[in-house]
């Protein structure tokens, strides 16, 4: 079967991290080719730690070849065996300091042949602000007010250039400065320095490093005449980590993303996932975030490049419904998050009342929007995205009601309002109750679009405390990526959830009335009495869903006319 015909199918796409199954890629493998799964998945979304990458599980690509701890091309050929389409992320705003180009910015400064490939900070300013004592350009607050930050502070990195000189450049997510212990004859070598004083200097630096300190902030107290020789060998030989963003106006960039859809394309992707997008086009006036019409611009000319080897893109946004985003992706032809769904299916099995999934359905169907949609992800359940579809006390109530189960809300720098997810499992999030998980799970199937199921969701995995803990302040998205051993993967195949879920996600996948090209009809006998009918290719299936009592009822009707019960609770 060809990637085109499975992608209008839309049956079923496993969503995981390589890592996720086993420790590695060839056992997810390995859980494609069992019995259980035979017919389940048409496709699997790998997460980015499948390239070779070092932060945000992934979400900081060094480079896009195959990571070798977890993947090979072996393993690729395999899925390719399979006949299993392939989705992989694509990070169009930044990529990591470790990266080729941005180790050459370290090593040659001004000389580097990757000098404008990422966006110095200063230059980009250049005359829209005043210059600092810290060396950075403050813009006016003209342009500050209608700027998006995704975290406290200006989204810059300072960096020292091989002559000392520090420059800023734009860095939107995650950054860190790393500052290396230094030994007896490291300060030796470099200072004219005695032997008993650089031993003593070195373990008072180490020590106020391990407390975090930087540079600045030790206190060099009765070796004062040292301090800046000192201070200035720890920054000279510091490290970074971080995503650098990237700077769309270079031609190096533009050449290094046709490589890098190249490069997916010939791994076998068939779908490719536009990360941080919305940030990628950046002006001085602007939000830099989801410029208008600079993003869309970039955008088009991101397809361009896609189309020449044939790739399907799924640009990926969190926003209010009220802002319509979702409808400007379909409008201009592209597939589109469903990250309504999580929610408004807690809110229909909360209130036992599908109206607003109802009306969301009504909006997909009329506007012809082509969906990705999900009940859990690798990040946390977008509940503020549903601003504008249900009203804004109930989406308070949702927050609540998952946080009462265990989920957490991250604060974006101190406003809670703003961020968008609270982190749980999806089973957790709706009380560990198995009658809830399975009739999400019928819900999920029967809406239209291409169902994502991630791993966890699958298994009925709970919130995992312990790995928030291990990851400390910024660890809570790690309640929801616990990964399964073997051993836990088969105590999962025996139990009663899990067999369930995958005997209805394989009749997804395999029955025909399902599709782009089909037609759902959608009734309410009463608020919680839900029915989804899917016609096509002569067959039809209807869902009839009781959203007080959790029970439901699948009928099919196949080519020959033949009616049978597929499911019943």
Not at 298 to 325: C, F, M, N
Request: aromatic letters at 12%; charged letters at 30%.
């Amino acid at each position: 079967m060809k990637n085109k015909e499975m992608l209008l199918n839309s049956g079923p796409m496993l969503n995981a991290y390589p890592d996720s199954i086993g420790g590695k890629l060839s056992n997810c493998i390995k859980l494609l080719e069992t019995p259980e799964f035979e017919n389940v998945f048409q496709a699997f979304y790998i997460l980015p730690s499948v390239f070779n990458t070092d932060l945000d599980r992934g979400f900081s690509v060094i480079d896009y070849d195959l990571n070798e701890a977890y993947a090979s091309k072996e393993d690729i050929d395999k899925l390719k065996e399979l006949e299993i389409v392939l989705k992989f992320d694509f990070v169009l705003n930044h990529c990591s300091v470790l990266s080729k180009q941005f180790q050459d910015i370290l090593k040659n400064g001004d000389k580097s042949k990757y000098k404008d490939f990422f966006i110095n900070w200063n230059e980009f300013w250049d005359g829209y602000g005043e210059m600092t004592d810290e060396g950075y350009i403050r813009p006016y607050d003209e342009y500050i007010e209608k700027m998006f930050f995704r975290k406290p502070g200006f989204p810059l990195l300072m960096v020292r250039m091989p002559d000392g000189s520090e420059v800023p450049y734009w860095n939107t997510f995650y950054q860190e400065v790393k500052y290396n212990k230094v030994s007896t004859y490291d300060l030796l070598k470099n200072l004219d320095i005695q032997y008993v004083t650089a031993q003593r200097l070195a373990n008072l630096v180490n020590d106020s490093i391990g407390e975090g300190k930087s540079p600045k902030e030790i206190d060099f107290a009765g070796y004062e005449k040292y301090k800046e020789d000192v201070i200035d060998y720890l920054e000279a030989n510091r490290h970074y980590l971080g995503q650098m963003d990237l700077n769309v106006k270079s031609k190096q960039v533009w050449e290094y993303y046709d490589e890098t859809l190249k490069k997916l394309s010939e791994y076998g992707a068939t779908i490719v996932r536009l990360d941080a997008f919305a940030y990628a086009d950046k002006e001085p006036g602007e939000k830099n975030f989801l410029n208008e019409p600079g993003t869309w611009d970039l955008l088009k000319r991101i397809k361009g490049l896609a189309d020449k080897y044939k790739l399907t893109l799924l640009p990926e946004i969190h926003s209010k419904y009220e802002e319509k985003v979702h409808e400007k992706l379909a409008e201009e032809g592209y597939l589109t998050y469903d990250f309504f769904l999580p929610g408004l299916i807690i809110d229909a099995l909360e209130r036992n009342t599908s109206e607003y999934l109802v009306s969301w359905i009504g909006d997909i169907k009329e506007k012809n929007i082509r969906t990705v949609n999900m009940l859990g992800c690798h990040d946390g359940i977008p509940l503020l995205d549903l601003k504008g579809l249900i009203p804004d006390n109930q989406i308070e109530e949702l927050i609540d009601i998952v946080v009462s189960r265990g989920g957490l809300v991250k604060d974006l720098h101190g406003k809670k309002n703003i961020y968008y997810q609270v982190n749980a499992t999806y089973f957790s999030a709706l009380g560990e109750d198995e009658r809830k998980l399975l009739l999400a799970r019928a819900l999920q199937i029967f809406m239209p679009g291409i169902p994502q199921v991630w791993y966890l969701d699958l298994f009925a995995g709970t919130n995992d405390y312990e790995a928030v803990a291990r990851e400390g302040a910024a660890g809570h998205k790690e309640i929801n990526r616990t990964n399964l051993t073997m051993d836990m993967v088969q105590d999962g195949l025996n139990k009663d959830i899990v067999k369930e879920q995958l005997k209805l996600l394989k009749f997804r996948k395999t029955f025909p009335a399902f599709g782009f090209d089909g037609s759902l009809q959608v009734s309410q006998e009463e608020p919680h009495i839900l029915s989804l009918r899917w016609e096509n290719n002569n067959c039809s299936t209807e869902l009839v869903a009781d959203l007080k009592d959790y029970s439901f009822e699948i009928k099919a009707t196949d080519e020959d006319g033949k009616t049978y019960i597929v499911y019943k609770n």
